[in-house]
């Protein structure tokens, strides 16, 4: 009877080291969506290492659209590779820096090959025009309205980080 008794208490232990486990451990990569400075979770999009994504915006003086172009690095950083935009303003580059290749076609500047290497990104959703965009997978088939699942006006701190299914609860999956 006494072996019984310990088998149940084993197997109850070790059910619960799983559940504990599955539950506390990180194990899904996302690019994650922290409102402000804080470890608070408002939305996050399962991600692998080498998915591209982009984000696109408003620009507040001319209202045309600037797409930055995103992919994740291995060790978890964003890696900007190009943005595009269809007129000069503050903030857009009128040319390329070393290494990077500068290109009028279709209309858009492309600002091409950039190394620009983040742990982490600030982005403020748009409140007067509320039109900010997340666009993912391999032809950019899937696209959001960020004021779907953000607040207009708020911002937030995005990074590629691990998530434990605890995590994964607390948050909003972004899907289209």
């Not at 503050?90 to 091409?112: Q, R, T």
Request: aromatic share 14%; no cysteine.
């Amino acid at each position: 009877m006494k072996y019984l008794a310990n088998k149940k208490t084993l197997f109850t232990i070790t059910l619960l080291i799983f559940v504990i486990l599955q539950l506390f451990v990180p194990f899904r990569t996302a690019l994650v969506f922290y409102k402000e400075n804080t470890n608070y979770i408002e939305a996050f999009l399962p991600i692998n290492e080498e998915d591209t994504f982009q984000l696109i915006w408003k620009h507040s003086i001319h209202l045309t659209d600037v797409i930055e172009k995103y992919i994740v690095m291995d060790n978890q950083n964003i890696k900007q590779y190009e943005i595009i935009y269809e007129e000069f303003g503050i903030g857009m580059p009128s040319n390329a820096l070393e290494g990077e290749k500068f290109e009028y076609k279709d209309g858009k500047y492309h600002v091409m090959d950039l190394d620009n290497i983040f742990p982490s990104i600030n982005l403020r959703n748009g409140k007067t025009v509320p039109e900010n965009r997340l666009v993912w997978g391999e032809q950019g088939e899937h696209i959001i309205y960020l004021k779907e699942y953000l607040k207009p006006g708020a911002w937030f701190t995005i990074k590629v980080e691990n998530l434990s299914l605890w995590q994964s609860l607390k948050g909003v999956r972004i899907h289209e």
